[in-house]
């Protein structure tokens, strides 16, 4: 089979389309992220319920296809495919450069992210699982599908506010609550919700109390959330190029894996033990890590902890490509 063309949307994606669920719809031209901020009047109790509104909504569309009596099979990712079995298509190299502002997942997270996939495994054996260095939260996509001398050239001109862009989160401080598993057809993932009012449980941090240069009221509480911290990454960026996302849609979500074969889900049995397995471990989440200070687990995540944001370029898909410049981190 001929390589996968740089198309308009990832090719695993195709019958999973990433319509915002949450009820908002921007305006031509509009800054995306702003819709929703000013929808919820810069609540982060009704941007938060907008969040949990998607991914449940979402899940919910996905449980019907999974158990559905027509299921018609998974969405299985070409290129990855090719990636991971280079017998093949001998040479095939992944031909969508993109350009991406990435946060990275502090230790504790990834250790929760690594506990997921090993749930998860158990239920489809057969799973692709992202390496642990590799996870990603992807706060911006400038630019997708692209050939590398395109990309190069956007880099040429964003160069000038690449270091405050990463550098964002070390004054305008947003956290990351309640993780849950969503999923579709093409691969299964670990979300959160932008925090409104809970407890903090995050470790401390060396400099968390005390900030070099003026305090502002982005550095306390929660009424500065991650979707405003999307927003503003949006405005600083679009000052020098057009941004050219595939979806914006209210998820802060990390990939955990992406199918590779049919054989785990074959049967309805097997389709009922994975969505079976996903629900019991969004029980475990919701009783045993949302909220817990003092578990195994932590769920919270205070963005630019460990990192800043990542300015990454080239062939980003499952976690590749090149790092740019990364923020300071707290």
Known sequence: ?????????????????FEDLSGIQAKPGENPYS??????????????????????????????????PEFSGLDIDPVLLRLEKPEIEPGFRDPRHCLVFWARPPNHIVKLACHLQSLLQKAAPNLWLMPPHRMHLTTLEIAHSRTAREIADLVALM???????????????????????????????????????????????????ELDGPKDDTTRGDHYTYHHLRRDAFVLASETVP?????????????????????????????????????????????????????????EWIVGQERGLEARCGTVWYGGGRTLLMGEGF
Not at 44 to 67: C, D, G, S, V, W
């Open 159 to 209: 160069r000038p506010v690449i270091p405050a862009l990463t550098g964002m989160t070390m004054q305008r401080r947003s956290r990351l609550v309640k993780p849950m598993i969503s999923y579709d057809l093409s691969a299964v993932a670990v979300s959160f919700l932008p925090a409104s009012g809970e407890e903090v449980v995050s470790p401390p941090s060396d400099d968390i109390v």
């Open 35 to 68: 819709a929703l901020i000013d929808a919820c009047h810069g609540s982060p109790a009704k941007i938060q319920a907008l969040y949990a509104t998607h991914r449940t909504t979402r899940n919910a569309q996905q449980r019907e296809k999974f158990l559905c």
């Open 243 to 299: 941004i050219s996302s595939r979806y914006v849609v209210p998820s802060a979500h990390i990939t955990l894996g992406r199918y590779l074969t049919q054989d785990d889900h074959e049967t309805p049995e097997q389709r009922e033990r994975w969505v079976r397995t996903i629900d019991d471990i969004n029980k475990w989440l919701e009783n045993e890590v949302w909220d817990v200070k003092d578990g195994e687990f932590l769920g």
């Open 1 to 17: 089979m001929a390589a996968a063309p740089a198309g308009d949307s990832h090719p695993a994606d195709a019958g999973n389309k």
